[in-house]
C-alpha cells in the first residue's frame, strides 16, 4: 500500500529519529515535532502499522519500529 504526502512524513521521522538516537520517538515527541494533537498522530501511527509500514506496542513508549527497510 502506498502512502499519502503526510504519512510518508510521520514516517520519515520516525526512519530518521531512530537512525539518529539509536531508539524510537515517543508519540508526544511527534506530536511536538509536527506541532499536532495527540489524536491526530495516534491515527497516524495507527493508519501506518494497519499498512504494514511500522509495528508498535499500545501503551509503551519507545516501541515503534520500522518493518523492513521500506523506501519511502
Same mark, same amino acid.
Given at each position: 500500500?502506498?502512502?499519502?504526502? *503526510?504519512?510518508? %512524513?510521520?514516517?520519515?521521522?520516525?526512519?530518521?529519529? #531512530?537512525?539518529?538516537?539509536?531508539?524510537? @520517538?515517543?508519540?508526544?515527541?511527534?506530536?511536538?515535532?509536527?506541532?499536532?494533537? @495527540?489524536?491526530?498522530?495516534?491515527?497516524?501511527?495507527? #493508519?501506518?502499522? %494497519?499498512?504494514?509500514? #511500522?509495528?508498535?506496542? @499500545?501503551? %509503551?513508549?519507545? *516501541?515503534?519500529?520500522?518493518?523492513?527497510?521500506?523506501?519511502?
Amino acid at each position: 500500500m502506498t502512502l499519502t504526502k *503526510t504519512q510518508k %512524513k510521520y514516517y520519515n521521522y520516525i526512519k530518521k529519529f #531512530i537512525q539518529r538516537n539509536g531508539y524510537s @520517538p515517543t508519540e508526544r515527541e511527534i506530536q511536538k515535532h509536527f506541532k499536532r494533537a @495527540p489524536v491526530t498522530v495516534r491515527g497516524a501511527l495507527t #493508519i501506518l502499522q %494497519k499498512k504494514g509500514y #511500522i509495528s508498535r506496542i @499500545p501503551k %509503551k513508549a519507545r *516501541t515503534i519500529t520500522l518493518i523492513g527497510e521500506k523506501n519511502v
